[in-house]
């Protein structure tokens, strides 16, 4: 999933000028360079902006330099403005998550999965929350749900494998670590330091 697609373009007078702006924001955001974006973003969000994708990518790039609270800010923003924009809702999700309030983040999430059943993304998020909240059996059928939806997803087996490593279930853990192994080989030797 590209989190960094435009939801519609820009229509105003300046659009063109604003528009190749946007682009070079996101190309920074891409090259991992999140302070140059955050400048380019705060000179076309303004004060008071009203664009969804613009408050969207600078909590990107804010998320990226760990200023969670300020891209909770434009994150609340982006779903107010776009009901429908799911990438918004995972990641305020995951940043209420980071402030401890996984109440308000369960009811993010949920909110996206109303909107999109098959939204894999929330429901990874969503294992987090209940991990977090130490409800494994929900984070269990948050993850089974996400890879009922994308079975070879590697983001979900590496939440899964640490599911069954917080449960002491070694050979759960030893078949996530497998599985690992021939779709991301880094993300395997880091759980290999797991096993026993």
């Known amino acids: 999933m590209n989190d960094k697609e435009p939801i519609a373009p820009l229509t105003d007078d ?6 190749g702006q946007y682009r070079e924001a996101l190309e920074h955001i891409e090259a991992g360079k999140y302070h140059q974006a955050i400048e380019l973003l705060n000179v076309l969000a303004g004060p008071a902006s009203r664009d969804a994708r613009i408050r969207y ?48 983040a369960i009811k993010v999430l949920q909110k996206a999965l109303e909107l999109d059943p098959n939204f894999v993304d929330a429901w990874g998020v969503l294992a987090d929350v209940y991990m977090d909240l ?14 009922e939806l994308e079975p070879r997803n590697s983001e979900v087996h590496c939440k899964l494998a640490m599911y069954y490593l917080s449960r002491g279930d070694i050979k759960g853990l030893r078949s996530e670590y497998e599985l690992l192994k021939e779709m991301e080989p880094d993300v395997a030797a880091q759980i290999a330091e797991l096993l026993p």
Do not use: C, I
Request: glycine share 8%; proline share 1%.
């Open 134 to 147: 130490g409800e494994n059996e929900k984070a269990f059928e948050a993850l089974d749900k996400a890879l």
């Open 57 to 104: 990518a600078r909590a990107v790039a804010l998320l990226s330099t760990g200023l969670y609270r300020q891209a909770g800010t434009d994150l609340v923003f982006t779903v107010v403005l776009d009901r429908e924009f799911l990438p918004a809702y995972r990641h305020l999700g995951y940043v209420l998550l980071s402030m401890g309030k996984e109440d308000a």
């Open 14 to 19: 300046h659009a063109t000028a604003r528009e």
